[in-house]
């Protein structure tokens, strides 16, 4: 979630139940995050629990019917995979002057923008399933959260379940009858869509911290030298295995963003320009390019005056045209810079990954103010991943705090009492999926072969 947050604190291992406000006590964002996020993770284990890996009530909704030869309608309803609830609402419109009731079809999914889905497969049997993550969306996005009453000022933004129904036409998930769901094929199917192997990260402060209570005073020798608290943000720009992937990051989680508007030569007319300046590095985006876990463009900046973002045209690897940017086109602030030990990549102008392994000459990556950090491979990669890749879009949040001088990060206690950065995998983005149907192409023409959904009686 790349907002205006102080941190994440919910653990789902430490088991709290509740956030209790005291009186007289200073308001964080994080305590009010962490209680709508321990009561949303109770409600998603209880849903789990109840439907398993994917199930819903009798009357369940995505109901996979053909619809042609090449395409199929998706019925409207409720679904739950893996304890997160997907609504297909009913969609009505005006058919001979009457309102009608309008199925959701294959290609009409808006948010399965490619602008059209990937194509049915002219012979054979193919798996239809429901793709399902969670995504952050701001004002600029929706513009029904701004409070027009108080002059439209950006308050709280939300998070949204997403879902696209999606086709699989290499071998389906089948036993021998060609017809009945293999359990034992999904797991190893789903790793080929979200490698569980995508790689890990440690981070550090550079040197070891002094012992300072007053938060007002910074450790003369502390490891984290910012002179603000911030929180960093370590996402995947291009994904790939190693060598070949590259990453972006910053300080502010990546929520110095602005409404791109229109574009005037190499000016980008932004709704404000507030938090960007000359030399930064900025990312053009839209909602198409992220519901398609596809990268932006990373052009860097010349000048910045009023509405204007001043481009330099010549250091973009990408489209810098606001046409390929047609749903929601931004422009997002990143904070990586080139340095005598650090080059960006000719490929993407982002930073390339380069994975280490523990040992003592490992060289670590040094973002700014004492912050560094080491990707490495994982330890025991799973057999359908075994060379590991890393995915556009994945993350890793670090908060870095003035008053210790360091960076909240997991640590392994060693015997002499020796604290080391924990490697760990990315915080997200988690895709979840649930089969749906078996549809197969039958003298031609495409019929339905097996319903998979799961449905329980009240």
């Not at 304890?83 to 309008?102: A, F, K, T």
């Not at 996402?235 to 590259?246: I, N």
């Not at 250091?315 to 929601?328: E, L, V």
């Not at 990586?336 to 390339?352: C, G, K, M, N, V």
Request: hydrophobic letters at 35%.
């Amino acid at each position: 979630m790349q907002g205006d947050f102080s941190r994440n604190t919910f653990d789902p291992t430490k088991h709290f139940s509740r956030v209790l406000m005291q009186q007289g006590r200073v308001q964080l964002d994080a305590d009010w995050n962490e209680l709508n996020a321990t009561v949303r993770h109770h409600l998603r284990t209880l849903a789990r629990d109840m439907y398993g890996r994917c199930g819903g009530p009798a009357k369940l909704g995505f109901d996979i019917t053909p619809r042609g030869n090449n395409n199929f309608t998706i019925s409207s309803g409720h679904l739950y995979v893996d304890g997160l609830l997907c609504e297909n609402d009913e969609r009505w419109g005006m058919v001979d002057q009457s309102p009608q009731l309008i199925p959701l079809t294959y290609d009409g999914q808006k948010d399965y923008d490619y602008p059209t889905p990937d194509p049915l497969p002219p012979v054979g049997d193919f798996l239809v399933y429901l793709d399902v993550w969670e995504r952050y969306v701001s004002a600029l996005q929706d513009a029904d959260i701004r409070e027009k009453a108080l002059g439209g000022p950006d308050t709280a933004a939300r998070a949204q379940i997403l879902w696209q129904v999606r086709v699989w036409t290499e071998p389906p998930p089948v036993k021998e009858d060609k017809k009945t769901f293999d359990e034992s094929q999904w797991i190893p199917l789903t790793a080929r869509w979200q490698p569980p192997n995508r790689g890990l990260l440690k981070v550090k402060a550079d040197t070891d911290t002094a012992a300072y209570k007053d938060p007002c005073i910074q450790a003369p020798n502390a490891g984290y030298r910012g002179a603000e608290n911030h929180l960093y943000r370590i996402e995947v720009h291009t994904g790939g295995t190693a060598g070949t992937a590259t990453f972006k990051w910053s300080r502010e989680n990546g929520s110095v963003v602005a409404s791109w508007i229109e574009t005037e030569g190499n000016n980008l007319v932004v709704d404000t320009a507030r938090g960007f300046q000359a030399n930064q590095w900025v990312e053009l985006i839209d909602d198409s390019k992220e519901l398609r876990a596809q990268p932006g463009t990373l052009v860097k900046v010349s000048n910045v005056e009023a509405n204007l973002i001043t481009i330099d045209p010549t250091t973009a690897k990408g489209s810098i045209t606001r046409a390929d940017f047609p749903r929601n086109p931004r422009v997002r602030r990143w904070d990586q810079q080139e340095t005598e030990d650090l080059t960006l990549s000719t490929f993407d102008r982002a930073i390339p990954i380069v994975e280490q392994t523990d040992t003592p000459d490992a060289k670590w990556i040094a973002l700014e103010d004492g912050i560094q950090i080491q990707f490495q491979p994982v330890l025991k990669p799973s057999p359908n991943n075994p060379d590991h890749s890393y995915r556009t879009g994945d993350y890793w949040l670090v908060p870095a705090r003035v008053a210790t001088g360091d960076v909240e990060w997991p640590e392994w206690v060693l015997p002499d009492d020796k604290h080391v950065p924990r490697a760990l995998p990315p915080h997200g983005i988690h895709h979840v999926y649930a089969p749906l149907a078996l549809l197969g192409v039958i003298d031609a023409k495409l019929e339905s072969v097996s319903d998979w959904r799961r449905a329980l009686l009240p």
